[in-house]
């Protein structure tokens, strides 16, 4: 997120650090990076020495489920050395109770993201190298599950939602106009996630152990070596619930032919998660910040987007 939250402060924080991690550490800055979570760097003696992370809960985590997803990688880093795990706490687990979340820290890497925009030719190659070695492995991890239990509920909870003016804030009705214009779009990509997902759970035997999110902002080069980060998605689902994130030419790199109903499968379970919760989003209050901003281009694009 791009601005910290209202209620912390970077005392508050590093109060948790020492006192869930004894972790000997001095300053804590929030770092205005990623999406969906809020990010801190924490300092020891004017060294950069942690990175924080403050993960929302209900409705798309839960402690148990970052603690299960959470153990599940500090497992696998033992094996492949692209995956950076959090650290344990002193007394168990991976993430202390914070503010209306869960935190967690790992080890702070001097780095650089791997790209932005369209991916290039070695890096395509390069992520499907460490996707492939992911999914060879086998780790006790948590299950994907369908995102909807019922896709026409589904839908039919946007349509009622928007039948009533969103005066919420500067963005509420872009948000309601917009989706209200795509309520029938929204009745079919739901009800082809239905049969999809049925499809999916079908394959349980072939799962495998998936990151959820290899995309260019879960990934860092660090020292000319590159890792996967932020393992809170880490599920045992199909291979193509990583391999969809990548577009097209990957399959040279990959030793699997990916099931093309798969990859739409989670490609339409990414648009209607995103849609759902800035559905929420603009519903509530806000007060146009720049986190509300790239939120509400994030939605247009979702809805408009070809399929």
Known sequence: MREPPADVTPADVLEALRGHWDLDVDQAEHLPVGF?????????GGRRAWFVTLDGLLPRHS?????TAYAAAAALSG???????CLARPSGGY??????GALSVVPWLDGSSVFAGTWSEDDLRATTALLGRLHATSVDAPAWEPLLADGDAFADGLAHSV??????????ETARQAIDQQLGDLHRWASRYDDLASRALDTREAWVPTHGE????NQLVSHGHRFLVDWESLKLAPRERDLWALGDGWESSYDHTADA??????DLQWRLEEIASYAEWFSAPHVGNESDEVAIQDLLDELDRDQ
């Not at 979570?37 to 300092?43: E, L, T």
């Not at 402690?63 to 603690?67: D, G, I, V, Y």
């Not at 993430?95 to 209306?100: E, L």
């Not at 290899?214 to 902002?217: A, I, S, V």
């Open 79 to 85: 094996r492949l050395d692209f995956v950076l795990p």
């Open 63 to 67: 402690r148990e489920s970052l603690e």
């Open 95 to 100: 993430t202390a109770p914070f503010a209306d």
């Open 261 to 266: 109903d798969l990859i739409e499968l989670f």
């Open 36 to 44: 969906g979570a809020h990010h801190w760097v924490a300092s020891s």
């Open 163 to 172: 039948r009533q003016p969103w005066d919420t804030g500067p963005f509420g």
């Open 214 to 217: 290899p995309d260019p902002g």
